[in-house]
């Protein structure tokens, strides 16, 4: 289950104003239901959890049964939206050290969520010896990154195991008709899986998008549903509004940006969560990072961060909130043991539980940084089991809807993130550019 605490907002904005912030939320709640508001092309995750086809789950399940006896690693290949669900969903969910575990499934690996020569370099060199398959997702077909990634590790898998049998090992996830994957996948006669055209890629983490790699990873998908599914049900229209937890953080985040806070810190006290708060980043940066206007995301993980950031954090500018991930309980039980020296003088700890005392950490922080200036949202996580990921991702989702909404911008566009390209491929000289590419050459050279 998913809780929100609000109380520590109160010493820095007045009720009032988070009054009108809750009316104004629960009217863009309405125009997210009502499908009237900008960007309302892309409103299919809104009830997605509810809309999920068996076949599609039965489908990837089967595929992952298959690939659990051929392949030891599996690279998914894409970036921002067709890649951070994934990774933010098995890293909560997974061992911490993933690489140095027997696994049942197969293992996981990374590709085209950058243009490092040297990272996929070393890539190959750990692929050289093992059975792989590639899970390839773009929704537009067309994004350079995975692209280029893609067509070096196909030759790689093509070489050597064969054309005919790597085509058995690619899967790719892409949009039904358009874009070069699509015509590449229908070509080359891979498997592939559709990603709706109303659901854009940072708010796709429920379909074949994120679902098949994780199953693929052995995640239980179907509680992840379930878990999305129960909290569309806690934030939907029929919730009263102090009852629906998405309408409750997207009033205290704009209550508190309307308060001069500009930057929100996603807080977790445990590894796991350091991908979620990439996930995040994404979904909020891009999602209200525009117009001049919106929040600017950005995350810590603590106790790690508080011996680099704290003094920052505790004295610094106070232009920031902290919007604290709160697991209650842990997958593992283990306590500080008793020593009879005690040269360490850790004694008076002896029998506690390492959650205890990371729960005594948290309360010590968020004391210190309330009475520091840092206004204090806490969201509370039951444990890091699917089911609980699967709310806590259609949680974030609604509340950013909302949120964007009440900031007046299209949340689910992303206009911005053009411009390096356009520079990009005109730097590359890539065809149709050839304007943009004097334009640039004659600026560097006037430079
Ligand atoms: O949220 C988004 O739309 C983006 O972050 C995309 O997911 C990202 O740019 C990758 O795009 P594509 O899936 O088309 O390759």
Partial sequence: MISIDLKNIFPFVDKKNFSTNMISAGESLDVLHKGSGKGNDFLGWVDLPGNIEQDIIDNIKSVSLEFRDNVELVVVIGIGGSYLGTKAVETALGHNFPGLIKKEHPRLLYAGQNLSEDYLYDLQEVLENKEFGIVIISKSGTTTEPAVAFRI????LENKIGKVAAAKRIIAVTDSSKGAL???ADEEEYRSFIIPDDVGGRFSVLTPVGLLPLALAGIDIEALVKGSRDMAGQTSIKIAP???????????????????KLIELLVN?????????????????ESEGKEGKGIYPASVDFTTDLHSMGQYLQEGKRHMFETVLSVKESKNKLSVPKDKRNLDGL?????????????????????????????????????????????????????????????????????????????????LGKP???KETDKIRKELHAE
């Fill in 153 to 156: 590790l196909k030759q790689q």
């Fill in 182 to 184: 699509r015509k590449m």
């Fill in 242 to 260: 102090d009852n629906n937890p998405a309408l409750l953080y997207a009033a205290a985040r704009n209550t508190l940006y309307g308060s001069g």
């Fill in 269 to 285: 006290f445990e590894p796991a969560l350091h991908f979620m708060a990439e996930w995040w980043k994404q979904l909020y940066g």
């Fill in 347 to 427: 004694n008076y700890i002896a029998g506690k539980s390492l959650t205890e005392v990371n729960s005594m950490a948290e309360l010590g922080t968020m004391l210190a940084h309330i009475e520091g200036g840092v206004p204090n949202i806490k969201i509370g996580i039951d444990k890091l089991d699917a089911y609980n990921i699967g709310q806590l991702l259609y949680f974030f989702e609604k509340a950013c809807g909302i949120s964007g909404y009440m900031l007046g911008v299209n949340p689910f566009d992303q206009p911005g993130v053009e411009a390096y390209k356009k520079n990009m491929f005109a730097l």
């Fill in 432 to 434: 149709g550019f050839e």
